[in-house]
């Protein structure tokens, strides 16, 4: 008798996990995601639900774009004080130097933010000291403008022309201006 309610406790026991692995939602045949970033795979979100995971890339995503417009704006701004200083002068300043520094990493932060490569001009365009610099300006004019129009899910090659422009005539007037002196 003894054994019999042994036995019967453990076909009980064993039953009701069965039961409960039976109840138990099972994981989805699907592969897991890939993640396409190994910033995500390491960082501390990476626990979090996928839609709030999710909600906090779009967040990301969307502070950068404004950051970038901010360089944009910056970007253009610099470019027709020193456009304005060379015009004035005849010449650049050393503050104008540094501006023109700037301006050449922002441009190239707006070029790997459209996930382009910088290319260098290999036409050998003759052009004047002036012409570089309102050269320079009408570029960073048009990659503000263009990049105004755009929402942050578009890629424009004219921006990416343009920031390869403006990085192409700093290399210039930096040679330019370092033959005069």
């Known amino acids: 008798m003894v054994m019999r ?14 039961a409960v692995a039976q109840t138990k939602p099972q994981p989805s045949p699907d592969p897991p995601r890939k993640v396409r970033d190994e910033h995500w795979q390491n960082s501390p979100d990476s626990g979090l639900p996928d839609e709030m995971r ?8 969307e502070t950068d774009h404004r950051k970038i417009l901010e360089d944009v704006d910056k970007l253009n701004e610099l470019s027709s004080e020193v456009a304005r200083g060379y015009h004035e002068r005849g010449k650049l300043s050393n503050e104008d130097l540094k501006r023109v520094t700037t301006i050449e990493k922002l441009a190239k932060h707006v070029l790997n933010h459209t996930l382009g490569d910088e290319v260098e001009d290999k036409s050998q365009k003759p052009l004047t000291m002036a012409e ?8 960073a004019g048009n990659i503000k403008q263009t990049m105004k129009a755009e929402t942050r899910f578009e890629v424009s090659a004219v921006v990416i022309a343009n920031s390869n422009e403006v990085i192409n005539l700093v290399h210039f007037i930096k040679r330019s201006h370092n033959k005069t002196d």
């Open 132 to 139: 570089a610099v309102d050269q320079m300006k009408t570029a």
């Open 54 to 61: 999710k909600r906090m890339e779009v967040e990301r995503a």
């Open 5 to 18: 309610l042994l036995w019967l406790s453990v076909w009980l026991i064993l039953s009701s996990f069965a």
